[in-house]
């Protein structure tokens, strides 16, 4: 058990920058998806993707500060 909590701890960093660039590329992504009115005045756009990239920002950040504060016990605790 002890061994897996290492293993993830060691990598969250790299699940945060992961998590990190999958926000981004949903930002990104709704920027450049297309928004128009049918003729029927109906507005289509990708507006999903704005509370999913929030969402994946907030877990990023979540896990940034985790990995720091991890960092900073086992840093002050040698």
């Not at 990598?11 to 920058?17: E, F, K, R, S």
């Not at 920027?31 to 993707?49: K, R, T």
Request: hydrophobic residues 55%; charged residues 10%; aromatic residues 12%.
């Amino acid at each position: 058990m002890n061994t897996t909590k290492n293993w993830v701890m060691r990598h969250l960093p790299y699940i945060g920058t992961a998590v990190l660039l999958c926000g981004i590329f949903c930002l990104i992504a709704k920027a450049l998806s297309p928004e128009y009115l049918d003729a029927q005045g109906y507005l289509h756009e990708n507006f999903f993707l704005l509370p999913i990239s929030f969402a994946l920002l907030l877990v990023a950040v979540l896990l940034f500060l985790g990995a720091g504060i991890h960092f900073l016990k086992n840093k002050s605790s040698r």
